[in-house]
Every structure is written in C-alpha cells, then in structure tokens.
C-alpha cells in the first residue's frame, strides 16, 4: 500500500481537483492508496477538506492546532502512515511531479527527492555550489545533502520506519544522506509546484555559491599556474604561503556558509519530552465515513433588544 500525504495550508484555489490529480497520479502506479490530509485549524478551506474526506474511501484529515508547526505535522502524517510506502506532496505539487517519482519507485528506489530542473549554464553553478556546501558539511561532521525539496518526495516503509525512531529531527533525518545503505536517487521536473513566482531559496543559494566557488577556483588556478608560468615555471615559498592560505580561507568559508545554510535547511528540532515521545498532535481529525456537524447559523437582530425594562412611575 502506498500512502500518499498531502500537506494543504498553502494557498491554493480548486482544491478538490488539487486533490485528485494528485491521487489519480498516485494510484498510477499503485492499486491500494491511501490518502491523509494535513491542516491547521487556520486552513480557508478547511470545510471543504472534511467533505471529501467524508465523503471517499481511503481518507483521513488530520487538524493540528496553529502552534504546531508545518515539520511537526509532517512526520506526524509518518507516524499514521504506519511504515508504509509515502508519497509526500503538498495541495500545490503538480501531478506530474508524482508520476514521474513514482514511475522511478519501480527501480526499486528507497528513496526518490526531486530538484527543479534549469539551463546547463545555471546547473553547473548550482552543482558547483552544492560541491563546496557538501565539503563544508564534511568538515564540521555533518551528513550531506543536495538541497532538494523537503516536502515533495518518495519514501518506502523501511525509511519511513527509521524517520519515525527519531521524532525529533525528523526533517533533518529527511533531506541529509544518512542512509548509507538505502538506493536513492533525485529526480529534476521543470516545474514542481504550481506557482513558483517565488524562486526556490535553496536553489538561490546553491547557484549563488556556485559563482563564488568559480571565482575561487580562477583565482587559485591564477595563483598556481599563471604566476610561475611568468617566472620559469618556480614556485617561490611565498607563493606556496599564498596558495596554502587561500585554500584555507576556501574551507573556512565553505565551513561558515555550511553551518548557517544547513540550520536553517534543517529547521528547528520538534517538540518532544525526555523520552523522546513527541509533545506535539492533532486537535481532532475525520476519516471516511464520518458525520460532519452542521454549524447553525442564529438569527441576526436589527434592533436592540432590552430585557427587563421597568418603568418608574413619578410621584405627584
């Protein structure tokens, strides 16, 4: 069975075909799809959630309260996913997105991200980029990442399971390369989401970093090879000092610029006690079959009503 969770919060118009496109697509490839929407109670459309839940097989909509944050609802649509196969999207991942992750889960995939795809010149800055932030990750430690979508992505029951041991950096487990051992691999769509006015900040960042790292890379080729190609092809000690120091000031900024990007990538750690249980839930939720309760809408007064008015009769 695959489960495919669907994060809605985002604005977004149509929604009951948002979500159908987006299921069709799952049940492509898969026979048994099961379906679990994630709100806040601050959803516009929130009624409009509960009907199609009601109304389907297969659906669940599960309502946190608006102090719980996106990441906490995420994983918390892992944990009742009930280490099966997932299939995470958001109401404005486009179905194609879907089918094509899917579509590589045949592979026997544990594992499938997606990236936005972009012209040569403008990916090789982006890989360029990401090279140096994974070197500077190496350095402090830390497990490495290719700055794909973290909300958008293929997952089998195995991977599924270990996200759910670790509660509390649940997100951090997601994007970073831990799984050593799991089959991965990352797809490019050159569109993911269906108004992506906004450019992708990760990518932004990535391609920004690139153009750094190029200009670093010149400068030492510059260093290393033009300078003693003018002087008899002999490396002076100066310009061995020199050489040392700029590939020094490379890792240290690749270090600096990894530290910063990678805790905001990662977001802060979800909320859990000293047991590792997680201090965070869903206020109420509705799955198939369900009756909704009919809000009554009260009568409306135009004029004031005064209760218990009492007149006081003057005396002569």
């Not at 700055?147 to 997601?174: H, P, T, W």
């Not at 994007?175 to 989401?193: D, G, L, R």
């Not at 990538?265 to 839930?281: A, K």
Request: hydrophobic share 40%; proline share 2%; net charge positive.
């Amino acid at each position: 069975m695959l489960t495919l969770i669907i994060k809605t919060d985002l604005v977004s118009k149509n929604v009951e075909d948002k979500i159908w496109g987006l299921f069709n697509s799952a049940k492509t490839y898969e026979k048994d799809v099961r379906t679990i929407l994630l709100a806040h109670e601050k959803c516009p459309y929130l009624n409009e959630l509960k009907q199609i839940t009601v109304d389907n097989n297969f659906f669940q909509l599960f309502v946190c309260d608006n102090k719980t944050r996106d990441e906490e609802m995420i994983q918390m649509g892992f944990v009742f996913a009930e280490n099966s196969d997932v299939m995470l999207t958001t109401i404005t991942t486009l179905p194609d997105v879907v089918l094509k992750i899917l579509e590589n889960r045949k592979n026997e995939y544990a594992m499938i991200r997606v990236k936005k795809q972009t012209n040569v010149c403008h990916s090789f800055l982006r890989a360029l980029g990401n090279f140096s932030y994974k070197i500077g990750l190496k350095v402090l430690g830390k497990p490495t990442e290719n700055c794909a979508e973290a909300e958008v992505g293929y997952y089998d029951g195995r991977i599924v399971s270990s996200l759910c041991e670790d509660m509390q950096f649940s997100r951090k487990n997601r994007i970073s390369n831990i799984f050593k051992h799991a089959k991965t691999m990352t797809v490019e769509q050159k569109q993911i989401f269906e108004n992506e006015q906004k450019k992708n900040t990760a990518e932004q960042k990535m391609f920004s970093l690139g153009v750094f790292s190029l200009v670093f890379w010149l400068v030492f080729i510059g260093i290393s090879i033009v300078y003693p190609s003018f002087n008899n092809l002999i490396y002076t000690w100066w310009i061995i000092v020199i050489m040392l120091a700029w590939v020094g000031l490379g890792i240290f900024g690749a270090m600096f610029f990894a530290k910063n990007f990678n805790f905001k990538r990662c977001g802060m750690p979800n909320r859990v006690n000293n047991y590792g249980e997680p201090l965070f839930g869903f206020n109420y939720y509705y799955k198939t079959g369900d009756e909704l309760i009919e809000e009554k809408e009260y009568p409306k007064f135009d004029k004031i009503i005064i209760k218990n008015k009492i007149k006081v009769k003057k005396g002569n």
